[in-house]
Each structure stands twice: as C-alpha cells, then as structure tokens.
C-alpha cells in the first residue's frame, strides 16, 4: 500500500528510499510499510528508477519514463542523475540533472515522490 499526498492540484504517490552506505544500498519501500520494499546493491554501479520492468527500482507510474534516473554512490554520498527523462527529475522541487542527496529530501519522478532517508 502506498501513500498518497497532495502536491499542488495532484495526488503524489508517496515511497521511502533508505540510503545505506555500508554496503552501498538502496531500499524503496512503500512509505507505510518498511518490510515490502525492493533493495538494490550499488557498489557495482547506480541503480535504475524507471517504468521499465528491467529497471534497478521499478516505479508503477504512467508518467515515469522507462529509465527516469540513476542512483549512485560515490566516495561517501548518494546522488541521483536525470537520465534524460521526458519529465524530468525533481528534488525538493527543483528540476535537476544531478544532485547529491541528503536525509529528508524529497524526490519527485511523474506523480511518485521518494522521501530519502539516510542510514548507516
């Protein structure tokens, strides 16, 4: 089950992605449910967020490209990268081809946020 949240004149689907560092992992979790989630090891590479069934992290949103975007890790931080998505990637609202990624932000990719939380 998912949670959902206004933004603006649109429901968002809201999701958890936990940030591990050792190792490098990502988690995407429904955002009321930590124990139903996908994770994807990153030290060998990003991980993929898209619509595409092969993609690292799959999103079931319409308005998600197939590879909307990557997350990595490099040295001791996450980011993300926009994979020339059709509509872009957001973070805390503002349109970004890169970014490095902090505890609490929130990462709008169609109408699918991801809140990111970072643990050790």
Do not use: Y
């Amino acid at each position: 089950m998912q949670h959902r949240q206004r933004h603006g004149t649109v429901d968002l689907w809201t999701r958890t992605l936990a940030l591990f560092r050792d190792p490098p992992t990502v988690r995407l979790a429904p955002a009321d449910d930590d124990n139903d989630c996908e994770v994807v090891d990153c030290s060998d590479g990003p991980a993929v967020i898209g619509r595409s069934p092969t993609a690292d992290l799959h999103v079931r949103d319409q308005w998600v490209s197939r590879r909307q975007c990557a997350i990595q890790f490099e040295g001791d931080q996450f980011s993300i990268r926009d994979l020339e998505s059709r509509h872009g990637t957001f973070v805390n609202n503002e349109k970004v081809s890169r970014q490095e990624l902090n505890n609490g932000d929130r990462i709008r990719i169609g109408l699918t946020q991801l809140v990111v939380s970072c643990r050790d």
